[in-house]
């Protein structure tokens, strides 16, 4: 008999997980819906399917995608969770069986040979495929429709490995471009590096040795280079055996910035080396002659984790501010320039997919000013305009809380940032969710309309717009 869920943080308040999958064919829809937008948003989150056997983290439930489609002024809703074999073997058992993280340690025997994939973190559609996303597996096929789980999708058996979440699409060559790390099992320096071609053929593979092992979430990618950003984020098996974090932050090690033109080879990677720091998620990088400039929310440690003795973090390492980055590729200097583009706590940063890795004029992210953005809670959706030097704000309200704005162009040759912006946003009060849209350079004017939910869709992490 399934039991209740514990009374933790990540799993309480709008971090608690829906007991369902349903379908809502027509929203009730307040404001001034555009008629000519069509297409779905998709997006993954944390969902676990039954109580932890242990300490939860909250990357360790399993994924469940949202997904609104759009079309004539119309809005329908749907949420399945992704049946990887590990959702099917605790679903069958009718009890969780995997520890945290996928600990060994804690879980329970049967699991031997069991991949630990929750996909949970991310969600696109790419060659005609919609994957779902997370780090230490490979993708996850879904249905594009109906959301039914296809199985896991190895580009015809030539992706060995785990696969980022935070794969980047050329929007030049339709190329998706990722990376993998832990490379043959946790705590090895290990990295893989790949390309896929536009029609979905896997056409580079390579493997590099990191300076050392750590957890490596996302990366940087622009028109000519790759760049692997390995932060103190360290992983490790051998701590984990012996009862410590698998994952932990240690501020003994500095960062290191792996730079890889895209033509070259694979060991022409150049490492830099900056201080110690995390990142989560960069918004976007682009070439400026020399000067390779990332716009990133910068961490003081590592958010959720550790430090590697096992003590807790200091609170104020999990307050991300977006930073500019300028790095020198002539290699005169190994010293990045860092300057601070917004003070607030922000998250989820996002642009025009249209311009990534190319300059850019328009960002969008999350933001708060409250303390409780340490817990992944954001009441904000922020606008940066780069070349204005302004940041607008759009707040939500009290005990609402809003997910990553999606930026959806008005047509696909539209200048940058003429469409919109899209985002989920808890109504506290009513304990329920809406699917919010702004014009996207007016953000602090509110929404253009909402598609009201009738149930709340829990905090999650990544989603992307598929056009019609």
Not at 263 to 283: G, K, L, N, Q, T
Not at 411 to 431: C, F, M, Q, R, T
């Amino acid at each position: 008999m399934t039991k209740r869920f514990p009374n933790e943080r990540f799993l309480s308040g709008n971090f608690a997980p829906l007991r369902a999958e349903c379908d809502a064919p027509d929203l009730e829809i307040e404001g001034d819906w555009p008629e000519d937008l069509a297409g779905t948003l998709v997006r993954n989150g944390s969902n676990p399917l039954f109580p932890p056997r242990d300490k939860y983290h909250l990357f360790s439930g399993d994924g469940m995608i949202h997904a609104f489609d759009i079309a004539g002024g119309r809005v329908a809703y749907r949420n399945r969770w992704v049946r990887t074999g590990k959702w099917k073997l605790e679903r069958d058992h009718g009890r969780a069986l995997f520890g945290t993280l996928g600990n060994p340690l804690t879980s329970d025997p049967i699991t031997r040979g069991v991949p630990f994939n929750v996909a949970n973190t991310n969600v696109l559609f790419h060659a005609g495929r919609l994957l779902a996303l997370e780090e230490g597996n490979p993708p996850f096929e879904l249905e594009r429709g109906s959301l039914d789980s296809l199985g896991t999708w190895d580009f015809d058996g030539a992706l060995e490995g785990p696969m980022t979440a935070h794969p980047k699409i050329d929007p030049e060559t339709g190329e998706m471009l990722f990376f993998g790390y832990n490379v043959g099992g946790m705590g090895r320096p290990t990295m893989s590096h790949q390309v896929v071609a536009k029609d979905g053929r896997l056409t580079r593979s390579d493997r590099f040795e990191a300076p050392y092992a750590s957890m490596v979430h996302d990366f940087i990618a622009t028109r000519n280079h790759v760049v692997f950003p390995i932060f103190p984020a360290t992983t490790s098996l051998e701590r984990a055996m012996k009862g410590g974090p698998p994952i932990a932050w240690d501020a003994g090690e500095s960062s290191r910035f792996g730079f890889l033109r895209r033509s070259d080879p694979i060991d022409a990677i150049r490492w830099v080396e900056a201080e110690a720091c995390f990142v989560y998620h960069p918004m976007n990088a682009f070439e400026d002659g020399d000067r390779l400039v990332a716009d990133m929310v910068r961490y003081d440690g590592a958010p959720g984790f550790p430090t590697a003795d096992g003590g807790r973090p200091d609170p104020r390492h999990a307050e991300g501010r977006l930073e500019r980055w300028t790095f020198d590729l002539s290699g005169a200097t190994d010293d990045p320039k860092i300057e601070i583009v917004d003070e607030l706590l922000s998250e989820f940063p996002r642009l025009d997919e249209r311009f990534a890795g190319l300059p850019y004029r328009h960002g969008f992210m999350t933001s708060t000013e409250r303390p409780e953005g340490r817990n992944a809670i954001f009441d904000q959706i922020a606008h940066v305009d780069f070349e204005a030097g302004r940041v607008a704000r759009w707040h939500a309200g009290e005990d609402h809380l809003v997910g990553e704005p999606i930026f959806v162009p008005r047509a696909p040759d539209a200048e940058e940032g003429d469409g919109y912006v899209l985002s989920i946003v808890y109504v506290g009060p009513e304990n329920r969710s809406d699917l919010v849209l702004f014009d996207a350079t007016s953000i602090e004017a509110g929404p253009r309309a909402r598609a009201r939910l009738d149930l709340r869709v829990p905090n999650g992490f990544h989603g992307n717009w598929i056009p019609a």
